[in-house]
């Protein structure tokens, strides 16, 4: 089962990060891509494809909270599992975000064991890969 | 900065450096900080809501190339290196707010992390660091960093 992975982070260095954790996991990517901003992660998004986004929330410009809204209002968020990547993982936070269709939470530093173990819960076996 | 204060603040500095970069940093007094060689970086960013304060950590080139390099599991000499050490140097300090933000708040606080920002630290700016009573000090892996962390729990109530 191979997963069409976006992620989104301004940060280089995370986005990188993300890709190697993901590698590490064992989890069987077929696409990975990556956004440095909300607003090109809107666009990739609205053209379709992706599985499984991971998703900073403090960025300039449009933030990972925003992005969350945006893809509500265009219905696009049960089409795809978000999960947010984020040092800050206050409970306040991680209700909201539920709330509004994200699928699930990983602070950082980023583990492989937690991000595999996550996938395999956000993803489960009604969500089929497009790999 | 109050003892109990100072004492989470280690830990967490320690925590996030080890966790994130692999990275093992010992306080040291501003007098046994290592030599720092080359130019200087000062990683900072505020954070708001229900706890109000600002972090800064003050790294030389060199260590954060190593931030880099650790955090992206590829050698030092690897050439994206040069290029991902001030990205990689913003991250720890993102991942360090976080950290410290919902430590001394709760996670079931109203806390906003607003994006690090980087600027480079000349002499006297690294020296009127170093000597504040508020910094922290460590040598980590033959490298100085100078570390701040202000809060008021006093904050806004938003």
């Known amino acids: 089962m191979a997963y069409s992975v976006l992620a989104v982070d301004d940060s280089a260095t995370v986005r990188a990060i993300i890709a190697k954790t993901l590698k590490l996991s064992g989890v069987d990517v077929s696409r990975f891509d990556e956004a440095s901003s909300g607003d090109e992660a809107l666009r990739m998004l609205r053209d379709g494809g992706f599985d499984l986004v991971f998703c900073d929330l403090n960025m300039p410009g449009m933030t990972g909270y925003e992005l969350v809204e945006a893809l509500r ?7 795809v599992a978000i999960v947010i990547v984020s040092s800050l993982g206050t409970d306040a936070d991680i209700e909201a975000l539920r709330s509004k269709g994200v699928r699930g939470y990983l602070r950082k530093p980023l583990r492989p064991e937690k991000l595999r173990l996550l996938v395999n819960d956000v993803m ?8 | 900065m109050n003892p109990a204060v100072s004492v989470e603040a280690l830990r967490v500095f320690s925590e996030v450096f080890a966790d994130f970069a692999f990275l093992f940093g010992d306080p040291v007094s501003p007098d046994e900080l290592p030599r720092r060689d080359g130019p200087a970086w000062l990683a900072s960013l505020p954070f708001g809501g229900q706890i109000l304060g600002s972090i800064a950590i003050g790294v030389p080139e060199g260590l954060a190339r190593e931030i880099a390099a650790n955090t992206l599991g590829v050698d030092p000499a690897d050439p994206q290196v040069p290029d991902k050490a001030s990205d ?6 993102s ?6 933000a919902t430590t001394f708040a709760g996670t079931g606080a109203d806390v906003t992390l607003s994006p690090p920002e980087l600027r480079p630290l000349d002499d006297p700016a690294w020296e009127r660091l170093r000597i504040d009573a508020a910094t922290l000090c460590f040598a980590m892996n033959g490298h100085p960093v100078l570390f701040r962390f202000e809060f008021n729990r006093e904050g806004a109530s938003t």
């Open chain 1, 124 to 131: 489960g076996a009604s969500h089929e890969p497009r790999g």
């Open chain 2, 88 to 93: 990689a140097l913003m991250e720890v300090a």
């Open chain 1, 73 to 79: 209002r265009d219905g696009l968020i049960d089409s």
């Open chain 2, 95 to 100: 991942v360090m707010g976080g950290h410290l």
